[in-house]
């Protein structure tokens, strides 16, 4: 399989281990709380901007819109690790690199885009629950990404074996 695609696939479930991971975190501190999930779900549409185009906005709409952009940032997070991986000669530790992007994601959000877009969707819950969103899912995504690189070291060293006999 070419580089490029493996960097998809592994991307894709990046995105989608991380997306879960964040649905998990906040569906367990909304039952911690007594809060009420469905209205973060709803939140996610407003602040992405669908429910401008979707005025009766579900909650599994704002669980596919979350999963959307979980996959599409899994995607740019894979092909980021991948050229660092690459620079620093290989096999790295994805986990410092994940957790250092995800938390450099929520402060951009949090503070530049979040503001601007969907003021109403920063307080929806504290600072410390977004964050820890976010840096789960930079763990999970390190985890599905060290996966890869564990799978591509296996096929070189399997390539390496054939081309040596």
């Known amino acids: 399989m070419s580089h490029k695609f493996e960097t998809i696939r592994y991307g894709v ?5 991380g997306g879960l991971a964040e649905i998990a975190w906040v ?3 909304a039952l911690a709380t007594g809060g009420n999930a469905a209205i973060l779900a709803r939140g996610v549409t407003t602040a992405a901007g669908v429910s401008a185009l979707i005025p009766a906005v579900s909650v ?31 096999s790295v530790n994805p986990y410092p690199f994940m957790l250092a992007a995800l938390a450099g994601v929520w402060g951009i959000n949090f503070f530049v885009v979040l503001p601007l877009v969907s003021p109403a969707f ?19 995504a390190a985890a599905v990404l ?6 591509a070291l296996n096929a070189r060293t399997v390539v390496s074996a054939r081309s040596a006999s």
Not at 76 to 90: D, H, P, Q, T
Not at 146 to 151: E, L, P, T, V, Y
């Open 13 to 17: 479930i990046a995105g989608a281990a």
């Open 60 to 90: 599994g709409l704002g669980v596919a819109v979350h999963m959307t952009l979980a996959v599409t940032l899994g995607l740019g997070l894979a092909f980021a690790w991948r050229a660092f991986s690459a620079k620093r000669g290989g």
């Open 27 to 29: 569906s367990l501190y």
């Open 122 to 140: 920063i307080h929806m819950v504290p600072y410390a629950v977004s964050l820890t969103s976010k840096l789960l899912f930079g763990l999970a």
């Open 146 to 151: 060290r996966r890869q690189d564990k799978s």
